[in-house]
Structures are given as C-alpha cells and as structure tokens.
C-alpha cells in the first residue's frame, strides 16, 4: 500500500495494477481448473461389467452394463471379447458394439455368443477395443480406461 503522501495518480496505478494483477491470478485459476477437470473427465474410468449369463438357444447371451458416469459421452464403443471354455480353451469371438456411450450415464446391452452354452463358458476376456469413437477418446486410451468387473459368477479379465 502506497502512503497518503505519494500524489493521487500514483496511488490510483498501483490500484489498478493490484486489480489487474489479481484478475489475472484468478483467471489462470480458473483456467487450470478446467483444464484439470477435462484431464480427469479423460482419464474416467469406463467400467464393463459382465452382469449376467443365460441360454438363448444355440447361444449364450449375455447382459453387459456399460458404466460411463465419469466419463466423456462416446459416438462408438466396438470390443473383442473372446469366450474360453472350462478347460481355458478360446472358443469364440465376437466384435460388440456398445456405443453410444452418453456422457455422464450408465447403459445396458445385450448380446448373444453364437454356437456356444453358457455352462460351457468358463471364462470371457475383453481382448481389446476396436473402435473409440468421441471426443478427444483414442482407440488406445479407451483400453486403458476400461475396467472388467463381473456378477455373472463367470471371470471377466481384460
């Protein structure tokens, strides 16, 4: 603080500057706080959760929640899962497409493995994601976001 004897204009500038100098603090504030906030909403987990199984004839099908609360809303989510048998035997694959993905949402799919029973089902692995499709999401970083879960009472790795 400028003393009273430092003429009036001078003690206007140093004001101004205080002012100004605190905007400019608080914008870069503000700034690197939604710049941490997308980094966060970028690297939110997207949570796959192999809910349930049961015979649909011919196939298995399966029931998946696609839990994406955290994250950005995606266009596509395409995965390659693969069924083993009990003996740890890969039996079939299957490309799924899960998307659209909303942001901020959990959804639910259901889909079927031709050709094989669920009690011939021993295990189902998320081999990879073959289409990410929305905002910044690279095909790369929605893998290493995806986390495996299961209530189905049948492993679910990744």
């Given at each position: 603080?400028?003393?009273?004897?430092?003429?009036?204009?001078?003690?206007?500038?140093?004001?101004?500057?205080?002012?100004?100098?605190?905007?400019?603090?608080?914008?870069?504030?503000?700034?690197?706080?939604?710049?941490?906030?997308?980094?966060?909403?970028?690297?939110a987990p997207l949570k796959l959760q192999l809910n349930k199984v049961e015979t649909a004839g011919e196939?298995?099908?399966?029931?998946?929640?696609?839990?994406?609360?955290?994250?950005?809303?995606?266009?596509?989510?395409?995965?390659?899962?693969?069924?083993?048998?009990?003996?740890?035997?890969?039996?079939?694959?299957?490309?799924v497409e899960l998307g659209p993905l909303p942001p901020r949402k959990t959804v639910v799919k259901i889909?079927?493995?031709?050709?094989?029973?669920?009690?011939?089902?021993?295990?189902?692995?998320?081999?990879?994601?073959?289409?990410?499709?929305?905002?910044?999401?690279?095909?790369?970083?929605?893998?290493?976001?995806?986390?495996?879960?299961?209530?189905?009472?049948?492993?679910?790795?990744?």
């Open positions: 603080m400028l003393p009273l004897s430092t003429p009036l204009y001078r003690r206007r500038i140093g004001r101004i500057a205080l002012d100004t100098a605190a905007c400019f603090a608080l914008s870069a504030l503000l700034v690197a706080s939604a710049l941490a906030q997308d980094a966060a909403e970028k690297a196939a298995c099908r399966i029931t998946m929640v696609i839990d994406n609360t955290k994250g950005a809303g995606l266009k596509s989510y395409k995965v390659d899962l693969f069924a083993f048998d009990t003996d740890g035997v890969a039996q079939k694959r299957v490309a889909f079927d493995f031709p050709g094989i029973a669920c009690n011939k089902v021993g295990r189902v692995l998320l081999n990879d994601v073959l289409a990410c499709d929305g905002g910044d999401a690279a095909r790369e970083a929605c893998l290493e976001r995806t986390e495996t879960e299961t209530k189905a009472g049948l492993p679910f790795d990744r």
